[in-house]
């Protein structure tokens, strides 16, 4: 049997479509390889716990249950490629809300999450405290930069079977807070720190809180800066790590994407607070078929929804398609979209707790012109339309009063909502059905 192509999802943590996109061009010019590049893809979900179930599971975020782990009735796209015959190797940069913890381990033979401090326990605490504040001196973030997590992953894929096809999952957190880029500038390395250390504490103050003057905010402005160093930073080791990648084994998809967006003061919120509009959901996306089968650039401008990643992976690897997934398999070089994108996440996402059991929903639809949201809390809805710039993205959603709009898009949510829940219902059966035959 002909080995199937291998797999690589690269995961950039809180990395902004329209900032990758000035960027993109260090990556393109570099490698030389053919690729689709969707200029209009969204997250499901804001913020790392509720956008990953869509990317990772193709299952919209509350489905199961308000949790932020992985629920038993999902299932993994390590574990539907590991189920195909495929050895799975995940690596993720230190965020716990991908963690083993939340069972984002399931379905891989090797996998590293970086996470060194133990649980919540005091030594636990105390040594992350001491930790962290020795890279924050020495201007290190506090997670394993893009260069380390790349060499890893290299290593271990020199120790695979070369007759096994294999999926590697890498997720980078360079472009998420602390911004701290590699330098030999240590009065640079000083401001930075300090910029961080001003910047979470805005976070802190304005949680929850929406101010259209943050976007003129001089501590916002210099966070923005450095912000982009890391992006500038990153591509470069993305760049040499694809060359490598393509050097080593030519037959590899590689897939770039983000989880969410990030704020510096657009619609009034900064960082990427549970807030559904385009600045934290509209989100990076390009995929890399391997050499032989495209050497043209195809541009995607239609709706994208990450639920349809997953089967749309499975099925250009030509493999069986995985019962559980939510999301369908799409025709990436002649893509048709969607009219919406539906996304939720908790009012009380923002809270550091790792877990969250309680809450209420925030939900929205993105059409090409409007979104929708309705808030479980209050029971209000929000229309806005979205801003044409001449075609150039700008984050800008104005409020507007129009009934009829309003009501019709009610009325897909409210039915978007009800075949999400039919959905669930026949995916717990199903497993139960399972469990009990074995
Ligand atoms: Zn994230």
């Given at each position: 049997m002909?080995k199937?192509?291998?797999?690589?999802?690269?995961?950039?943590?809180a990395l902004?479509y329209?900032?990758?996109?000035?960027y993109?061009?260090v990556?393109e010019?570099?490698?030389?390889?053919?690729?689709?590049?969707?200029?209009?893809a969204f997250?499901?979900g804001?913020?790392?716990?509720?956008?990953?179930?869509?990317i990772?599971?193709?299952?919209?975020p509350l489905?199961?249950g308000?949790q932020f782990?992985i629920s038993?009735?999902?299932?993994?796209?390590a574990?539907a490629?590991?189920?195909?015959?495929y050895?799975?190797?995940g690596?993720?940069?230190?965020n716990?809300?991908?963690?083993?913890v939340?069972?984002?381990?399931?379905?891989?033979l090797?996998?590293?999450?970086?996470?060194?401090?133990?649980?919540?326990?005091?030594?636990g605490k105390?040594s992350?405290?001491?930790?962290?504040?020795?890279n924050l001196?020495w201007?290190k973030?506090n997670?394993?930069r893009?260069e380390?997590?790349l060499t890893?992953?290299?290593?271990?894929?020199?120790?695979?079977?070369?007759?096994?096809?294999?999926?590697?999952w890498i997720?980078?957190?360079?472009?998420?807070l602390?911004?701290?880029?590699?330098?030999?500038?240590?009065?640079?390395k000083?401001?930075a720190v300090?910029c961080n250390?001003?910047f979470?504490?805005?976070?802190?103050?304005?949680?929850?809180?929406?101010?259209?003057?943050?976007?003129?905010?001089?501590?916002?402005?210099?966070?923005?800066k450095?912000?982009i160093?890391?992006?500038?930073?990153l591509m470069?080791v993305l760049k040499?790590?694809m060359i490598?990648i393509d050097?080593?084994?030519?037959?590899?998809w590689?897939?770039?994407?983000a989880?969410h967006?990030?704020?510096?003061g657009?619609?009034?919120i900064?960082?990427?607070?549970?807030?559904?509009f385009?600045i934290?959901?509209h989100?990076?996306?390009v995929?890399?078929?391997?050499a032989?089968t495209?050497?043209e650039?195809?541009?995607?401008?239609?709706?994208?929804s990450?639920?349809?990643?997953?089967?749309?992976?499975?099925d250009?690897?030509?493999l069986?398609a995985?019962?559980?997934?939510f999301?369908k398999?799409?025709?990436?070089?002649?893509?048709?979209g969607?009219?919406?994108?539906y996304?939720e996440?908790?009012?009380?996402?923002?809270s550091?707790?790792?877990?969250?059991?309680?809450?209420?929903a925030v939900?929205?639809?993105?059409?090409?012109?409007?979104?929708y949201?309705?808030r479980?809390k209050?029971?209000e809805e929000?229309?806005?339309?979205?801003s044409n710039?001449?075609g150039?993205?700008d984050?800008?959603?104005?409020?507007?009063?129009?009934?009829?709009v309003?009501?019709?898009?009610?009325?897909v949510?409210?039915k978007?909502?009800?075949?999400i829940?039919?959905?669930?219902?026949i995916?717990?059966?199903?497993y139960?059905?399972?469990?009990?035959?074995?």
């Open positions: 002909k199937k192509d291998n797999l690589i999802i690269i995961t950039i943590d902004r329209d900032e990758f996109k000035s993109f061009e990556l010019k570099k490698i030389n390889r053919g690729y689709v590049f969707f200029e209009n997250a499901n804001c913020g790392t716990p509720r956008s990953f179930p869509s990772m599971c193709s299952s919209y489905a199961f308000k782990h038993k009735y999902e299932k993994t796209l574990e490629l590991r189920e195909r015959g050895a799975t190797l690596f993720v940069a230190a716990p809300f991908v963690s083993s939340l069972g984002y381990n399931r379905g891989f090797v996998f590293d999450d970086y996470m060194r401090f133990k649980g919540n326990t005091v030594p105390v992350w405290f001491l930790t962290t504040t020795k001196v201007g973030p997670y394993p893009a380390e997590i890893d992953v290299l290593q271990h894929l020199s120790r695979i079977d070369v007759d096994k096809s294999f999926f590697v997720h980078l957190m360079d472009t998420h602390p911004w701290l880029p590699p330098s030999k500038n240590p009065l640079w000083f401001k300090l250390i001003k979470r504490n805005m976070l802190k103050e304005y949680k929850g809180k929406r101010d259209p003057n943050l976007v003129h905010n001089r501590v916002v402005k210099e966070a923005k450095l912000y160093s890391t992006i500038d930073y470069n040499k790590f490598e050097k080593r084994c030519p037959n590899t590689i897939v770039i994407l989880d967006g990030e704020a510096f657009e619609m009034g900064i960082g990427h607070p549970p807030e559904l385009d934290t959901l989100i990076p996306l995929i890399f078929p391997p032989v495209i050497k650039v195809v541009i995607v401008k239609d709706l994208f990450l639920i349809d990643l997953s089967p749309t992976l499975l250009l690897l030509q069986l995985e019962p559980k997934f999301g398999a799409r025709n990436i070089f002649k893509y048709s969607d009219n919406f994108v996304s996440v908790l009012e009380e996402d923002g550091d707790k790792i877990d969250i059991s309680d809450g209420h939900v929205s639809i993105r059409t090409n012109n409007y979104r949201i309705w479980e209050t029971r929000e229309l806005y339309v979205i710039n001449n150039v993205v984050y800008k959603e104005e409020k507007l009063e129009n009934e009829e309003l009501r019709r898009m009610s009325k949510v409210a978007f909502r009800r075949n829940v039919k959905s669930t219902i995916r717990k059966f199903t139960r059905k399972k469990e009990r035959k074995y």
